[in-house]
Protein backbone atom coordinates (compact mmCIF):
# COMPACT_ATOMS: atom_id res chain seq x y z
CA UNK A 1 0.00 0.00 0.00
CA UNK A 2 1.67 3.55 -0.50
CA UNK A 3 1.30 6.44 1.17
CA UNK A 4 -1.13 7.88 -1.03
CA UNK A 5 -3.12 4.74 -0.24
CA UNK A 6 -3.20 5.61 3.76
CA UNK A 7 -0.40 3.58 4.97
CA UNK A 8 2.73 5.76 6.78
CA UNK A 9 5.25 6.70 4.31
CA UNK A 10 8.45 5.21 5.31
CA UNK A 11 11.31 6.90 7.45
CA UNK A 12 12.37 10.55 6.05
CA UNK A 13 16.21 8.75 5.65
CA UNK A 14 15.07 5.91 3.52
CA UNK A 15 12.97 8.56 1.07
CA UNK A 16 16.02 10.83 0.77
CA UNK A 17 18.30 7.95 0.09
CA UNK A 18 15.83 7.00 -2.66
CA UNK A 19 15.90 10.46 -3.69
CA UNK A 20 19.30 10.70 -3.82
CA UNK A 21 19.49 8.02 -6.61
CA UNK A 22 17.19 10.01 -9.07
CA UNK A 23 20.06 11.98 -9.43
CA UNK A 24 20.39 13.12 -13.34
CA UNK A 25 23.17 11.78 -15.11
CA UNK A 26 24.05 15.16 -16.61
CA UNK A 27 23.29 18.30 -14.71
CA UNK A 28 21.95 21.08 -17.57
CA UNK A 29 21.89 23.77 -15.44
CA UNK A 30 18.41 24.83 -16.12
CA UNK A 31 14.99 25.00 -14.07
CA UNK A 32 13.02 22.77 -15.77
CA UNK A 33 12.72 20.00 -12.99
CA UNK A 34 11.83 22.41 -10.86
CA UNK A 35 9.20 24.04 -12.44
CA UNK A 36 7.80 20.32 -13.81
CA UNK A 37 8.01 19.37 -10.31
CA UNK A 38 6.17 22.71 -8.90
CA UNK A 39 3.65 22.14 -11.93
CA UNK A 40 2.63 18.70 -10.02
CA UNK A 41 2.20 19.41 -6.68
CA UNK A 42 -0.22 22.71 -7.66
CA UNK A 43 2.18 25.41 -7.72
CA UNK A 44 3.65 25.85 -3.86
CA UNK A 45 5.71 28.64 -4.83
CA UNK A 46 3.05 30.87 -5.84
CA UNK A 47 1.40 30.70 -2.27
CA UNK A 48 4.38 31.29 0.42
CA UNK A 49 4.05 34.07 2.56
CA UNK A 50 6.24 37.10 1.63
CA UNK A 51 9.76 35.91 0.46
CA UNK A 52 12.98 37.27 1.97
CA UNK A 53 15.43 35.29 -1.09
CA UNK A 54 19.47 35.32 0.51
CA UNK A 55 22.28 34.54 -2.27
CA UNK A 56 25.93 35.16 -1.18
CA UNK A 57 29.45 33.19 -0.94
CA UNK A 58 29.73 33.90 2.51
CA UNK A 59 27.58 35.02 5.49
CA UNK A 60 24.62 34.02 4.00
CA UNK A 61 23.58 31.46 7.09
CA UNK A 62 24.65 33.87 9.52
CA UNK A 63 22.72 37.03 8.27
CA UNK A 64 19.26 34.76 7.38
CA UNK A 65 19.76 33.38 11.08
CA UNK A 66 19.81 37.74 12.48
CA UNK A 67 16.97 38.35 10.13
CA UNK A 68 14.75 35.60 11.87
CA UNK A 69 16.11 36.66 15.04
CA UNK A 70 14.89 40.17 14.68
CA UNK A 71 11.49 39.57 12.89
CA UNK A 72 10.19 36.82 15.65
CA UNK A 73 11.42 39.81 18.30
CA UNK A 74 9.14 41.98 16.82
CA UNK A 75 6.53 39.39 16.72
CA UNK A 76 6.43 37.65 13.20
CA UNK A 77 6.36 33.86 12.38
CA UNK A 78 9.06 32.98 9.97
CA UNK A 79 9.57 30.01 7.83
CA UNK A 80 13.24 29.37 6.87
CA UNK A 81 14.88 27.15 4.08
CA UNK A 82 18.84 26.53 4.62
CA UNK A 83 21.16 24.39 3.11
CA UNK A 84 23.31 21.96 3.76
CA UNK A 85 22.45 20.56 7.03
CA UNK A 86 24.30 19.81 9.84
CA UNK A 87 23.53 16.95 12.00
CA UNK A 88 20.23 16.17 10.45
CA UNK A 89 18.08 16.89 7.39
CA UNK A 90 15.37 18.02 9.19
CA UNK A 91 17.52 21.42 10.25
CA UNK A 92 16.94 22.42 6.17
CA UNK A 93 13.06 23.32 6.93
CA UNK A 94 11.94 25.50 9.92
CA UNK A 95 8.24 25.43 9.57
CA UNK A 96 6.75 28.79 11.80
CA UNK A 97 9.69 29.19 14.07
CA UNK A 98 10.03 25.79 14.56
CA UNK A 99 11.88 22.81 12.82
CA UNK A 100 10.05 20.12 10.84
CA UNK A 101 9.05 17.14 12.73
CA UNK A 102 9.33 13.64 11.44
CA UNK A 103 6.00 12.78 10.29
CA UNK A 104 5.76 16.19 8.82
CA UNK A 105 8.83 15.62 6.59
CA UNK A 106 8.25 11.86 5.58
CA UNK A 107 4.78 12.83 4.41
CA UNK A 108 6.06 15.50 2.11
CA UNK A 109 8.87 13.46 0.69
CA UNK A 110 6.56 10.74 -0.04
CA UNK A 111 4.10 13.17 -2.12
CA UNK A 112 6.74 14.93 -4.10
CA UNK A 113 8.46 11.22 -4.62
CA UNK A 114 5.01 10.25 -6.25
CA UNK A 115 4.45 13.77 -7.96
CA UNK A 116 8.35 12.89 -9.91
CA UNK A 117 6.89 9.94 -10.78
CA UNK A 118 10.30 8.21 -10.87
CA UNK A 119 12.23 10.94 -13.22
CA UNK A 120 15.47 12.62 -13.13
CA UNK A 121 15.69 15.24 -10.50
CA UNK A 122 18.63 16.19 -8.46
CA UNK A 123 17.82 15.90 -4.24
CA UNK A 124 18.88 19.44 -4.16
CA UNK A 125 15.63 20.13 -6.16
CA UNK A 126 13.08 17.50 -4.94
CA UNK A 127 13.57 18.37 -1.40
CA UNK A 128 13.60 22.45 -2.10
CA UNK A 129 9.92 21.28 -3.48
CA UNK A 130 9.01 19.25 -0.20
CA UNK A 131 10.08 22.67 1.44
CA UNK A 132 8.16 24.83 -0.99
CA UNK A 133 5.11 22.54 -0.38
CA UNK A 134 5.51 22.47 3.41
CA UNK A 135 5.76 26.92 3.47
CA UNK A 136 2.56 27.13 1.14
CA UNK A 137 0.74 24.83 3.21
CA UNK A 138 1.81 26.32 6.69
CA UNK A 139 0.89 30.00 8.07
CA UNK A 140 3.56 32.13 8.74
CA UNK A 141 3.96 36.15 8.25
CA UNK A 142 7.58 35.36 5.89
CA UNK A 143 9.54 33.25 4.21
CA UNK A 144 13.30 33.25 4.37
CA UNK A 145 15.43 31.31 1.50
CA UNK A 146 18.44 30.76 1.21
CA UNK A 147 20.09 29.84 -2.03
CA UNK A 148 21.62 26.81 -2.22
CA UNK A 149 24.54 27.38 -5.10
CA UNK A 150 24.17 30.29 -7.32
CA UNK A 151 21.45 31.99 -7.98
CA UNK A 152 20.29 32.36 -10.89
CA UNK A 153 19.97 28.98 -11.56
CA UNK A 154 19.45 28.07 -8.24
CA UNK A 155 16.36 25.22 -6.95
CA UNK A 156 15.15 28.34 -5.00
CA UNK A 157 14.91 31.01 -7.90
CA UNK A 158 11.13 30.30 -8.86
CA UNK A 159 9.55 32.93 -6.47
CA UNK A 160 8.52 35.59 -9.40
CA UNK A 161 7.89 38.21 -6.91
CA UNK A 162 9.86 38.13 -3.53
CA UNK A 163 8.90 41.50 -0.94
CA UNK A 164 13.17 41.57 -0.84
CA UNK A 165 16.13 39.81 -2.07
CA UNK A 166 19.58 40.01 -0.41
CA UNK A 167 23.37 39.39 -1.65
CA UNK A 168 25.55 38.13 1.20
CA UNK A 169 29.82 39.06 0.55
CA UNK A 170 30.65 37.44 -2.91
CA UNK A 171 34.04 35.46 -3.03
CA UNK A 172 35.78 32.71 -4.98
CA UNK A 173 33.74 29.62 -5.05
CA UNK A 174 32.14 26.69 -6.90
CA UNK A 175 33.97 27.97 -9.85
CA UNK A 176 33.27 24.98 -11.36
CA UNK A 177 29.69 25.74 -11.45
CA UNK A 178 29.40 29.89 -11.15
CA UNK A 179 32.60 31.46 -13.00
CA UNK A 180 36.43 31.44 -12.82
CA UNK A 181 36.01 35.71 -11.92
CA UNK A 182 34.48 37.70 -9.08
CA UNK A 183 32.23 39.37 -11.64
CA UNK A 184 30.97 36.32 -12.86
CA UNK A 185 30.04 34.40 -10.30
CA UNK A 186 28.58 37.83 -8.99
CA UNK A 187 26.49 38.23 -12.35
CA UNK A 188 25.36 34.34 -10.89
CA UNK A 189 24.44 35.39 -7.29
CA UNK A 190 22.47 38.27 -9.03
CA UNK A 191 20.08 35.73 -10.44
CA UNK A 192 18.04 36.11 -8.05
CA UNK A 193 17.09 40.00 -8.43
CA UNK A 194 13.51 40.50 -9.44
CA UNK A 195 12.26 43.64 -11.35
CA UNK A 196 11.39 46.02 -9.35
CA UNK A 197 11.93 44.23 -5.92
CA UNK A 198 14.65 46.09 -4.16
CA UNK A 199 17.56 44.46 -3.21
CA UNK A 200 19.93 45.16 0.22
CA UNK A 201 23.75 44.22 -0.77
CA UNK A 202 26.37 43.39 1.69
CA UNK A 203 30.01 44.90 1.90
CA UNK A 204 31.58 43.55 -1.70
CA UNK A 205 34.63 43.52 -3.89
CA UNK A 206 34.61 45.93 -6.33
CA UNK A 207 33.99 43.66 -9.50
CA UNK A 208 31.41 41.81 -7.52
CA UNK A 209 29.37 45.17 -6.89
CA UNK A 210 30.12 46.04 -10.46
CA UNK A 211 28.27 43.08 -11.59
CA UNK A 212 24.85 43.01 -9.17
CA UNK A 213 24.68 46.99 -10.03
CA UNK A 214 24.89 45.83 -13.60
CA UNK A 215 22.27 43.50 -12.91
CA UNK A 216 20.06 45.19 -11.22
CA UNK A 217 20.26 48.33 -13.76
CA UNK A 218 18.63 45.60 -16.05
CA UNK A 219 15.86 44.67 -14.15
CA UNK A 220 15.08 47.95 -12.32
CA UNK A 221 15.50 46.68 -8.70
CA UNK A 222 16.39 49.31 -6.67
CA UNK A 223 19.37 48.52 -4.01
CA UNK A 224 20.47 49.06 -0.91
CA UNK A 225 24.14 48.45 -0.30
CA UNK A 226 27.15 48.85 2.54
CA UNK A 227 28.89 51.88 2.40
CA UNK A 228 26.59 53.84 0.53
CA UNK A 229 23.11 53.61 2.00
CA UNK A 230 23.69 52.11 5.21
CA UNK A 231 27.13 51.24 7.62
CA UNK A 232 28.34 49.83 10.94
CA UNK A 233 31.74 49.30 12.68
CA UNK A 234 32.36 47.87 16.03
CA UNK A 235 32.06 50.31 18.98
CA UNK A 236 34.06 49.60 22.32
CA UNK A 237 32.06 46.62 23.51
CA UNK A 238 29.28 46.71 20.92
CA UNK A 239 28.73 47.92 17.38
CA UNK A 240 26.95 50.65 15.63
CA UNK A 241 24.74 50.39 12.98
CA UNK A 242 23.80 54.10 10.27
CA UNK A 243 21.00 54.48 7.28
CA UNK A 244 19.13 57.28 6.75
CA UNK A 245 16.27 56.33 9.76
CA UNK A 246 19.74 57.27 12.36
CA UNK A 247 22.01 55.74 14.51
CA UNK A 248 21.79 52.29 16.45
CA UNK A 249 23.93 51.91 19.27
CA UNK A 250 23.64 47.74 19.67
CA UNK A 251 25.35 44.68 21.00
CA UNK A 252 28.11 43.09 19.85
CA UNK A 253 26.54 40.15 17.60
CA UNK A 254 26.25 36.72 19.38
CA UNK A 255 27.61 34.98 16.44
CA UNK A 256 31.74 35.27 16.61
CA UNK A 257 33.97 37.05 14.50
CA UNK A 258 34.46 40.29 13.53
CA UNK A 259 32.92 40.15 9.87
CA UNK A 260 29.44 39.15 11.86
CA UNK A 261 29.46 42.95 12.93
CA UNK A 262 29.20 42.89 8.32
CA UNK A 263 26.89 40.17 8.74
CA UNK A 264 24.64 42.17 11.04
CA UNK A 265 24.85 44.96 9.03
CA UNK A 266 23.16 43.44 6.06
CA UNK A 267 20.50 42.06 8.84
CA UNK A 268 20.01 44.90 9.94
CA UNK A 269 19.32 46.92 6.54
CA UNK A 270 17.08 44.23 5.87
CA UNK A 271 15.12 44.48 9.05
CA UNK A 272 14.95 48.39 8.96
CA UNK A 273 13.48 47.99 5.28
CA UNK A 274 11.02 45.76 6.42
CA UNK A 275 10.15 48.24 9.21
CA UNK A 276 10.93 46.82 12.81
CA UNK A 277 11.76 48.39 15.21
CA UNK A 278 14.82 49.14 17.62
CA UNK A 279 13.94 46.67 20.07
CA UNK A 280 13.94 44.14 17.69
CA UNK A 281 17.37 44.97 15.22
CA UNK A 282 18.93 44.82 18.88
CA UNK A 283 17.78 41.78 19.16
CA UNK A 284 18.54 40.19 16.25
CA UNK A 285 22.44 40.95 16.75
CA UNK A 286 22.36 39.43 20.46
CA UNK A 287 19.78 36.68 20.03
CA UNK A 288 20.44 34.70 16.55
CA UNK A 289 21.92 31.52 16.81
CA UNK A 290 23.61 29.82 14.07
CA UNK A 291 25.87 26.55 14.76
CA UNK A 292 29.30 25.62 13.60
CA UNK A 293 29.99 29.07 13.14
CA UNK A 294 32.99 29.83 15.29
CA UNK A 295 31.22 27.37 18.12
CA UNK A 296 32.92 26.90 20.94
CA UNK A 297 32.15 22.89 22.23
CA UNK A 298 31.39 22.61 26.11
CA UNK A 299 29.73 19.10 26.68
CA UNK A 300 30.38 15.74 25.38
CA UNK A 301 32.88 12.90 24.28
CA UNK A 302 34.93 15.28 22.35
CA UNK A 303 35.29 17.81 24.92
CA UNK A 304 36.20 15.21 27.37
CA UNK A 305 39.00 14.11 25.23
CA UNK A 306 40.09 17.78 25.21
CA UNK A 307 40.92 17.53 28.35
CA UNK A 308 41.88 21.12 29.40
CA UNK A 309 42.32 22.18 25.83
CA UNK A 310 39.47 24.66 24.37
CA UNK A 311 37.58 22.97 21.62
CA UNK A 312 35.79 25.12 19.00
CA UNK A 313 34.66 24.08 15.70
CA UNK A 314 33.84 26.27 12.40
CA UNK A 315 32.35 25.13 8.77
CA UNK A 316 33.61 27.18 6.78
CA UNK A 317 35.61 26.05 3.63
CA UNK A 318 36.65 28.58 1.31
CA UNK A 319 39.69 31.44 1.03
CA UNK A 320 37.50 34.25 2.20
CA UNK A 321 35.90 31.97 5.08
CA UNK A 322 40.01 31.13 6.15
CA UNK A 323 40.44 34.51 6.34
CA UNK A 324 37.34 35.54 8.27
CA UNK A 325 38.66 32.66 11.05
CA UNK A 326 41.96 33.77 11.24
CA UNK A 327 40.88 37.26 11.95
CA UNK A 328 38.28 35.83 14.88
CA UNK A 329 40.84 33.94 16.14
CA UNK A 330 43.42 37.12 16.51
CA UNK A 331 40.13 38.97 18.80
CA UNK A 332 40.54 35.91 21.32
CA UNK A 333 42.82 35.72 24.32
CA UNK A 334 46.24 34.49 23.04
CA UNK A 335 46.68 30.37 23.14
CA UNK A 336 48.48 27.81 21.48
CA UNK A 337 46.27 27.09 18.25
CA UNK A 338 46.29 23.73 16.19
CA UNK A 339 43.91 23.14 13.76
CA UNK A 340 41.89 20.07 13.12
CA UNK A 341 40.85 19.89 9.38
CA UNK A 342 39.03 18.20 7.04
CA UNK A 343 37.85 19.37 3.32
CA UNK A 344 36.51 18.24 0.36
CA UNK A 345 38.26 17.96 -2.78
CA UNK A 346 36.85 20.94 -4.37
CA UNK A 347 37.45 23.87 -2.45
CA UNK A 348 40.81 25.48 -2.66
CA UNK A 349 42.51 24.01 0.49
CA UNK A 350 45.63 26.31 0.07
CA UNK A 351 43.76 29.28 -0.04
CA UNK A 352 41.66 28.20 2.89
CA UNK A 353 44.50 27.78 5.00
CA UNK A 354 46.79 30.45 4.11
CA UNK A 355 45.39 32.65 6.37
CA UNK A 356 45.30 30.65 9.24
CA UNK A 357 49.13 30.00 8.88
CA UNK A 358 49.27 33.14 10.52
CA UNK A 359 47.48 32.37 13.66
CA UNK A 360 47.68 28.06 13.95
CA UNK A 361 51.32 26.45 15.30
CA UNK A 362 50.20 23.30 13.35
CA UNK A 363 47.71 21.34 11.31
CA UNK A 364 46.38 17.77 11.86
CA UNK A 365 44.72 16.43 8.40
CA UNK A 366 41.28 14.27 9.01
CA UNK A 367 39.02 12.48 6.55
CA UNK A 368 35.64 13.46 6.47
CA UNK A 369 33.14 10.15 7.14
CA UNK A 370 31.12 9.15 4.36
CA UNK A 371 32.07 11.72 1.66
CA UNK A 372 33.70 10.07 -1.44
CA UNK A 373 34.78 13.84 -2.51
CA UNK A 374 36.75 14.13 0.70
CA UNK A 375 40.50 15.42 0.17
CA UNK A 376 43.01 12.54 1.31
CA UNK A 377 44.69 13.88 4.48
CA UNK A 378 47.80 13.27 3.36
CA UNK A 379 46.84 15.49 0.75
CA UNK A 380 45.59 17.92 2.65
CA UNK A 381 48.06 18.29 4.65
CA UNK A 382 50.33 18.45 1.75
CA UNK A 383 48.36 21.68 0.86
CA UNK A 384 48.85 23.06 4.44
CA UNK A 385 52.77 23.06 4.23
CA UNK A 386 53.16 24.77 1.23
CA UNK A 387 51.50 27.33 2.91
CA UNK A 388 54.02 27.30 5.75
CA UNK A 389 51.62 24.70 8.22
CA UNK A 390 53.55 22.14 10.13
CA UNK A 391 50.95 19.31 9.20
CA UNK A 392 50.25 15.41 10.23
CA UNK A 393 47.64 13.28 9.72
CA UNK A 394 45.11 10.98 12.01
CA UNK A 395 42.35 8.53 11.37
CA UNK A 396 39.50 10.87 12.80
CA UNK A 397 38.67 13.69 14.61
CA UNK A 398 38.66 12.04 17.91
CA UNK A 399 42.51 10.34 17.69
CA UNK A 400 43.50 14.48 16.20
CA UNK A 401 41.96 15.86 19.50
CA UNK A 402 43.37 13.32 22.07
CA UNK A 403 46.75 13.98 19.90
CA UNK A 404 46.95 17.23 20.47
CA UNK A 405 45.33 18.03 24.19
CA UNK A 406 46.97 19.71 26.46
CA UNK A 407 46.58 22.29 29.21
CA UNK A 408 45.91 25.96 27.74
CA UNK A 409 45.99 24.68 24.09
CA UNK A 410 43.15 25.88 21.66
CA UNK A 411 41.73 23.15 19.03
CA UNK A 412 40.05 24.13 15.98
CA UNK A 413 38.09 21.42 13.95
CA UNK A 414 37.35 23.11 10.72
CA UNK A 415 37.12 23.31 6.87
CA UNK A 416 33.67 21.97 5.69
CA UNK A 417 29.94 21.89 6.82
CA UNK A 418 30.31 17.97 6.06
CA UNK A 419 32.84 17.80 8.41
CA UNK A 420 30.58 19.81 11.19
CA UNK A 421 27.91 18.00 11.11
CA UNK A 422 29.79 14.85 11.78
CA UNK A 423 31.82 16.40 15.30
CA UNK A 424 28.18 17.94 16.14
CA UNK A 425 26.50 14.12 15.39
CA UNK A 426 29.47 12.57 17.43
CA UNK A 427 29.63 14.78 19.99
CA UNK A 428 25.58 14.38 20.88
Same mark, same amino acid.
Given at each position: ?52 ? *????? /? ?7 ? $? ?30 ? *? ?87 ? %? ?12 ? $? ?41 ? /?????? $? ?68 ? /? ?9 ? =? ?32 ? =???? !? ?5 ? !? ?15 ? =? ?7 ? %? ?9 ? /? ?13
Amino acid at each position: MSAADGAAPPRSDVLLDRLMRLHPKVIDLTLDRMHRLLAALGHPERDLPPVIH *IAGTN /GKGSTLAMI $RAGLEAAGQTCHAYTSPHLARFHERIRLAGRL *IDEDALAALLAECEAANGGVPITYFEITTCAALLAFARTPADVTLLEVGLGGRLDATNVVDAPRLTVITPVDLDHQQYLGETLAEIAGE %KAGILKPGVPCIVA $RQHDAALAAIEARAARVRAPLTIHGQHFHAGPERDGMVFQDER /GLLDLP $RPALRGPHQIDNAATALAALRHLGVDDDACAAAVARAEWPARMQRLRLGPLVEAAGEAELWLDGGHNPAA /GAALANTLRTL =PARPTHLICGMLGTKDAAGYLAPLSEVAEAMTAV =PIPG !EAAALAP !EDLAAAARTVGLTAATA =PDVAAAVRS %KAAPGARLLIC /GSLYLAGQVLRDNG
